[in-house]
């Protein structure tokens, strides 16, 4: 009912930036909360940052003052500027929407496939 689609991933030296981009789309009746989380390997999926549909945002303590996290309600998209990246952001970045389908009035959780970002030393 509601497709997420990740973009921006790649590889990238210390030091250097990134912008992942992430896309709504299906029967969508309004849309929450969106954000990105990470999962490196051996490690817990965690959250990196997120976005309230009035523009409040929350940030993990490891990416505060390096990522910026913005949305676009019109293109219902998401985005997260990574500067200053360190090896230990390597990860798979996954974007998150709390939505609600045109035919439900229940708030669910979405996903999307992930992007791999690796941050080279």
């Known amino acids: 009912q509601v497709q997420l689609v990740e973009s921006g991933g790649g590889l990238v030296q210390a030091g250097g930036s990134l912008r992942l981009s992430c896309a709504a789309s299906?029967?969508?009746?309004?849309?929450?909360?969106m954000g990105w989380y990470r999962q490196a390997p051996g490690k817990q999926r965690e959250l990196v940052a997120d976005?309230?549909?009035?523009?409040?945002?929350n940030y993990a303590d490891s990416v505060k003052g390096r990522f910026t996290i913005a949305r676009d309600n019109a293109k219902s998209a998401v985005y997260l500027q990574m500067n200053s990246l360190k090896p230990e952001d390597t990860a798979v970045y996954y974007c998150?929407?709390?939505?609600?389908?045109?035919?439900?009035?229940?708030?669910?959780?979405?996903w999307g496939q992930g992007t791999q970002v690796t941050v080279s030393s």
């Open positions: 998150n929407a709390d939505a609600v389908g045109t035919m439900s009035s229940a708030l669910y959780s979405y």
């Open positions: 299906g029967s969508i009746f309004s849309i929450n909360v």
């Open positions: 976005i309230t549909r009035g523009g409040r945002t």
